[in-house]
């Protein structure tokens, strides 16, 4: 590999200004682009790179920054402007961009979809920090017509931005963010929906647990909306499990026993055990990354 | 107000121990007891207070910081041993306490129930803090039978800690922790449970998110299974409205229909907004409290 050393941001959100702001303070040239202005004018402003014109050198990397039902339709134009060698995505599902890609008639030895494990509930350049991806987990899920040299190129951007690379099936991808990011983030915007219409002295009783657990559920809704719904079959079946369990903890509690919510309650204690050993998240110790949650009561 | 003087706290779990460093900062005398020795040595050892002995002078106030079923036999006994002029608690549910208080022929004219809305999901006397309720609600139930001087003793004993003394109706306090407290974490440990047998590749995968969602599925099993069944049919209720929202977005996901999804994500972004705005969890920026969580992927 001869490195990376220069690479096109298209969308300057949060993702794509944090992965600009990552990779020039590693030396690469970043050029973006971002289809409203503002947005682009701010990440330009933050120092994230400069703004893409015409009839620039081809790029090593170009990111596709942008929501996944954008991906497709974006890399088919890159790929006609000859924007750059090497292409991959962020976006939060894989098999479908991937079969979109294909639809628009992408050129896929050249396109390695991916996802960074980290974000934030604010979107927009103004909330892009360079340390985003320290130590977090970078999916990769080349396709069997990705070339090798492709493949090399997007683990070096990861890597650049301080990520951990990790390949696997675009189907392995979509099943494992259904169940520890899409299901979270549907059940945590449903305990927040209840909080909508709550009395104001149940708001004011409220401690850091239901903090945390609705924190997600500030996410934007146009955004998630278009990543469920891509991952739609698998994010309802996950929801139809887990609603099982709830449904028999619920009909045991009204008829006065409790089996079914110690079950969930014991095994919620392993599930969390399991997830602290065996994630990534901030809990690992980065340095980069922001403290642990504040804790809540616990009776 | 003569000031409180000193103080009993029975319980040297997080709850008690945290009171106890808390209230003797402020110069109250503390006495402490538990049925397991090895807590009450480890709370003596932290600085907490004293050992509790036979023949000391009555209390100003006795704080019961036992798991919800203890509440009613220890206080019972309590009252019996003349430990002091005033009594109060700290579980997480108060109608059925003061109804068990009653029925074990408690003085319920000395006892003002109490919750804390602050804790951990660390237990025992090692997590305790002496700044753990500073800034916290700290919920007050006097039944008809309180006699104003007990509730003005339990208010000061809680302004001691740096909390925020608010008074309500025991039936309206299990109604805002249903929905605030306990749904939370059932629905937390459900998300928590379906980890336990995740494949290591989803929990890889895992970032910021589902670590803030399922925090509090750490949380003691037997505590919250104390609590949980004491509150057990508003927790149902609050349940099965949840698995309703769940459900028809599901029902409509898997048919390629996102409206509910869509109003499911709004409102939750609405009840997000309202809960920040009118709770006094940890973003409220409190000296004692530690920083808001780690954000996370949107998308």
Redesign the interface.
């Known amino acids: 590999m001869n490195g990376i050393r220069d690479v096109i941001v298209i969308g300057t959100g949060?993702?794509g200004t944090s992965i600009a702001l990552a990779v020039q303070k590693r030396g690469v040239a970043v050029r973006l682009a971002d289809r409203d202005a503002e947005a682009l004018g701010q990440a330009v402003r933050l120092g994230a790179g400069q703004p893409l014109t015409a009839h620039g050198r081809l790029a090593d990397l170009v990111v596709l920054a942008v929501?996944?039902a954008a991906v497709a339709p974006v890399l088919r134009d890159a790929q006609r402007a000859r924007l750059g060698h090497h292409y991959t995505d962020?976006?939060?599902v894989k098999a479908p961009i991937i079969a979109a890609a294909r639809d628009h008639g992408c050129d896929l030895s050249v396109f390695v979809p991916g996802h960074?494990?980290?974000?934030?509930?604010?979107?927009g350049p103004g909330a892009a920090r360079a340390d985003l991806f320290l130590g977090?987990?970078w999916?990769l899920c080349p396709t069997e017509d990705a070339c090798g040299r492709s493949v090399g190129v997007a683990r070096e951007g990861a890597e650049l931005t301080g990520a951990v690379p990790?390949e696997?099936a675009p189907e392995?991808?979509d099943?494992?963010?259904a169940?520890?990011?899409h299901?979270?983030?549907?059940?945590?915007?449903?305990?927040?929906?209840?909080?909508?219409d709550?009395?104001?002295?149940?708001?004011?009783?409220?401690?850091?647990?239901?903090?945390?657990?609705?924190?997600?559920?500030?996410?934007?809704?146009s955004?998630?909306?278009?990543?469920?719904?891509q991952n739609?079959?698998l994010?309802?079946a996950?929801?139809?499990?887990?609603?099982e369990?709830?449904?028999r903890?619920?009909?045991e509690?009204?008829a006065?026993n409790?089996a079914a919510?110690?079950s969930?309650?014991?095994?919620?204690?392993?599930?969390?055990?399991?997830?602290?050993a065996?994630?990534?998240?901030?809990?690992g110790g980065s340095p980069g990354?922001?403290?642990?949650?504040?804790?809540?009561?616990?009776?």
């Open positions: 949060l993702i929501p996944p962020v976006a939060g960074p494990m980290a974000g934030g509930e604010q979107a977090r987990t999916a990790c696997l392995t991808h099943r494992a963010a169940l520890i990011s299901l979270p983030h549907v059940v945590s915007s449903a305990l927040a929906a209840r909080l909508d709550a009395d104001s002295v149940a708001l004011r009783l409220a401690g850091n647990g239901v903090r945390d657990v609705t924190r997600v559920a500030a996410g934007d809704v955004l998630w909306l278009d990543v469920l719904g739609a079959d994010v309802a996950e929801l139809v499990t887990l609603i369990d709830l449904q903890a619920a009909r509690m009204r006065g409790n919510l110690a969930l309650l014991r095994r919620g204690n392993n599930g969390r055990r399991r997830l602290l065996e994630s990534t998240g901030s809990d990354n922001r403290p642990k949650a504040a804790t809540e009561k616990t009776a």
